[in-house]
């Protein structure tokens, strides 16, 4: 599925609300930071799986509250939410990962925010300790630490 660009005025107009959106966050002292890795999960309603890796994530994502970690998803449900979830990955420059990893619920994907390369792929199988783990090694690679 080709995911088709944004109009130039609706990009800007798009653009424009972000812009102050970030700049009413500040005004109210919440601080908008750049991500320097994205978590995008790939989620539908009726997926059993997603519902697995949810869970786990749920008590993972504690842990990264205070880290430079975006977790986000696209809901590929139905037709509408397909061509939504298209609309928002293309926005964040995530359209080609979209189109490669899109068909398959109860996944995500690690993402250096900075590249746009994937850093892991992680399955509904995966612990919440390996979740844990592969996160944070994904997270120091996107921030160019080195491991500890």
Not at 60 to 74: A, L, S
Not at 105 to 130: N, W
């Amino acid at each position: 599925m080709r995911i088709p660009l944004l109009s130039g005025t609706l990009a800007a107009l798009l653009a424009v609300t972000l812009v102050g959106a970030a700049a009413a966050a500040e005004d109210e002292g919440v601080k908008a930071e750049q991500p320097e890795l994205i978590s995008l999960r790939f989620y539908a309603d009726w997926c059993g799986y997603c519902r697995v890796l949810d869970a786990k994530l749920d008590d993972v994502k504690q842990d990264f509250q205070d880290t430079p970690v975006w977790f986000t998803y696209v809901d590929i449900t139905d037709e509408d939410t397909i061509r939504q979830s298209g609309f928002k990955a293309a926005q964040l420059g995530l359209g080609e990962i979209y189109e490669e990893y899109g068909n398959s619920t109860g996944d995500m994907v690690l993402v250096d925010a900075s590249t746009g390369e994937v850093k892991d792929h992680i399955t509904h199988e995966a612990s919440e300790d390996e979740l844990r783990d592969r996160i944070s090694a994904a997270l120091t690679e996107a921030a160019g630490l080195a491991p500890q």
